[in-house]
């Protein structure tokens, strides 16, 4: 019989094979390569996780704690039973269930436009040929050096001819599409999405947007769900622009926290529950997309 031969590794400065190292396996004939994990690793994998949720784990103990508690040295480590009290505290020194309603709404629709807009626009920079295709991406990315500080007193007397102030479409249609998404989902679809396979759809006889509908989402699906996420987290935690455009009768989550804890000594132990409930539709939506998430880095890091 004859024996199977090693898989081929590279040659030494003398010419004879060189075997990989001790500790690593090479499988597919060297094609993909698995390093076994080692103490270190995770020591360190550890090390990050803690510092992580740590400051979460804080306003779990801070939130479940009164105020007195909080002010001792040191302080205590594990949650306390104030946690239902102080939740019933947020109630009634903020309308915090109207603020969670009203950030739902606009940063659910800021989402779902900024999703839908973006791909739309990164379809249409990524794989269609038009004039000043080049000049317009060049303009969309450009904006992004603008600080939006600058836009708030043009944007505000907008508004305030439309009489849009204290109303929630004031703080949605400002956020409908962001040049970032355009690039993020121009740059995953330039990558993702195969020239053969759109030009394969216009030979059946499909449409602009039956390709889009059909091929350009399906595909997309994982990059959407990056982009909805980090939209959604940075329109639930806008402060600047909704505190200028609505007020305390028609606030969102972050306007309405800055009513907690008011008095001669802060209560920390306030603010902290209502963070606390300002951050679980944040975690809720992490766990609904995760999957795709985890899905869309994993494919963008494979892509060669």
């Known amino acids: 019989m004859t024996a199977l031969a090693a898989p081929p590794t590279a040659p030494e400065k003398d010419g004879s094979p060189q075997s990989p190292p001790p500790g690593r396996r090479l499988r ?24 992580s949720a740590f400051p979460f784990y804080w306003t779990i103990v801070t939130a479940s704690r ?3 508690d909080m002010a001792k040295v040191p302080p205590s480590l594990l949650p306390g039973p104030n946690l ?66 600058l ?12 009489q849009w102030v ?7 249609l400002p956020g409908l599409v962001s040049a970032f998404g355009v690039f993020f ?13 759109i030009e394969a759809a216009r030979v059946d006889g499909a449409s602009t947007a039956r390709i889009f509908w059909s091929i350009v989402i399906p595909i997309a699906r994982p990059g959407m769900a990056v982009l909805g996420m980090l939209t959604f987290m940075t329109a639930w935690n806008d402060f600047f622009w909704p505190i200028i455009a609505l007020s305390s009768q028609e606030p969102t989550v972050q306007v309405a926290l800055r009513q907690l804890g008011g008095g001669y000594v802060n209560d920390q132990s306030v603010i902290m529950a209502g963070t606390l409930l300002g951050t679980l539709p944040v975690l809720l939506v992490f766990g609904l997309l995760g999957r795709q998430i985890v899905g869309g880095i994993m494919q963008g890091a494979v892509k060669g």
Request: glycine residues 10%; proline residues 3%; positive net charge.
């Open 84 to 149: 239902i009290k102080n939740f019933e505290q947020v109630l009634e020194e903020a309308d915090i269930g109207k603020a969670l309603l009203n950030s739902l709404i606009v940063s659910g629709s800021i989402t779902l436009g900024t999703v839908l807009c973006c791909t739309l626009a990164g379809f249409a920079f990524a794989k269609l040929r038009f004039k000043g295709r080049n000049a317009l991406l060049t303009l969309t990315i450009g904006t992004m050096m603008i600080p939006p500080q």
């Open 66 to 68: 009164s105020n007195a």
């Open 28 to 51: 597919g004939g060297g094609a993909g390569r698995t390093m076994k994990a080692g103490l270190l690793s995770y020591v360190i994998l550890g090390f990050a996780l803690l510092i």
């Open 185 to 197: 989902m121009r740059q995953y679809l330039v990558q993702s999405l195969p020239d053969e396979l």
């Open 166 to 172: 204290n109303q929630l479409q004031a703080v949605i």
């Open 151 to 162: 836009g708030v007193i043009p944007l505000f007397m907008l508004i305030a001819e439309l």
